[in-house]
């Protein structure tokens, strides 16, 4: 299989006769932190439950695995929308079990935009067109990106901009600098198309932006391409070529706020794919712990966590990430095994 093959079956539209089993598959298409897929889903008959996988968590940059469960929100999202689809109305809780608990109930089907935009939304880790976004679609954004308890402030004012761009450098600046983090980055870089089919996960050169390279070559490569000083070079002209910068605050630090938290950004992102707008992360300063504090004063919300920073513009599509199947990440239930199969449009 090639790359773009596995792209192609990732990320095929929804098969409306594939029931229950096209939901999972559409929930994996989700956003999720380093590609590392960190769920499990379990699937009976008028139930989805996704459940952490810890094996794929990343204890460098996610210690506390924020970015772990808020990625069980975001596929939690997509599950929503391509469940209306296909007439089921799904209500997602985060349980005490610490997993997300999905309850499926039939209903008319509807196919929504943000349904329509999951197979075309991704991280596009380029550089925009640095145009302003009308304020029409700012409006939709932002009410996209309000969730239970969750709430999103959109910076789109130019030196606002450039001073979350100094935290971003900031925080990159610690993290490059950070050999364990640097360790548990590359591990999760598949630098070219056979280490990126060999796994069907992690995050692959290609839709990052750059060339699918031999792994000796890589190895001879990577510290010359991959700088401090070129890192921070270009994460500026990305941020100053974007229309603005999301940034999603919790009200409560706990799972289940991390969980909606996924939940709103990505029907953020859904949105944005909707109205033809491109999402990238730049979580530097959320992510070290140094850094998150002192960002959240200069946002003005007190002792509350700052989730996630979006940048959001026009800009090119990149190549797709690839996922792993859906027979690796779920188990169906015998009684799910019929509704898998027949659908309920
Ligand atoms: C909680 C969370 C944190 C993330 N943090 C970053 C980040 O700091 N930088 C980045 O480039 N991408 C980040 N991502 C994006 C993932 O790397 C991306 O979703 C994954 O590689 C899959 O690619 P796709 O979104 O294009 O399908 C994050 C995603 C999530 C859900």
Partial sequence: MTYDEAVATAWAPLRQDGGLRELVRYATLAANSH??????????????????????????????????????GCAAENLVHAAAAIGLKATPI???????????????AR??????????????????????????????LEAAGVGN??????????????????????????????AAFMRELTDWIRFNDTAALGSMDGLSSRASGNPSLPG?????????????????????????????????????????????????????????????????????PVEVAALRGQFASWLGIGDRRPDFIVRFGRGPELPRSLRRPVEQVATLA????????????
Wanted: with cysteine.
């Fill in 216 to 284: 000796w070559l890589v190895k001879l490569l990577f510290p010359f391409v991959f700088t401090e000083k070129g890192e921070n070079e270009k994460y500026a002209k990305q941020i100053r070529s974007s229309a603005g910068v999301a940034v999603f605050v919790s009200e409560r630090d706990d799972k289940v706020h991390w969980f909606e938290a996924g939940r709103a950004c990505q029907r953020f992102a859904l949105q944005a794919a909707a109205l033809g707008v491109k999402t990238a992360f730049v979580n530097q």
């Fill in 334 to 345: 015998a009684d799910a095994q019929g509704e898998a199969h027949a659908g309920r449009a």
């Fill in 94 to 108: 985060f349980s005490a079990a610490d997993q997300a608990e999905i309850t499926l109930a039939p209903t008319e």
């Fill in 35 to 72: 590609n590392t897929q960190p769920w499990r889903f379990r699937v009976e008959q008028d139930r989805i439950s996704i459940l952490p996988d810890f094996s794929r968590r990343c204890p460098v940059v996610d210690p506390d695995d924020h970015h772990l469960f808020a990625s069980l």
């Fill in 149 to 178: 308890g969750v709430s999103v402030q959109l910076i789109t004012e130019r030196p606002k901009v450039e001073n979350v761009l100094d935290y971003v450098v900031q925080g990159n600046t610690a993290q490059m600098r950070d």
């Fill in 111 to 140: 196919r929504t935009a943000l349904f329509d935009a999951i197979p075309r939304r991704q991280c596009v880790r380029a550089e925009y067109d640095g145009r302003a976004l009308a304020a029409e679609e700012l409006r939709l």
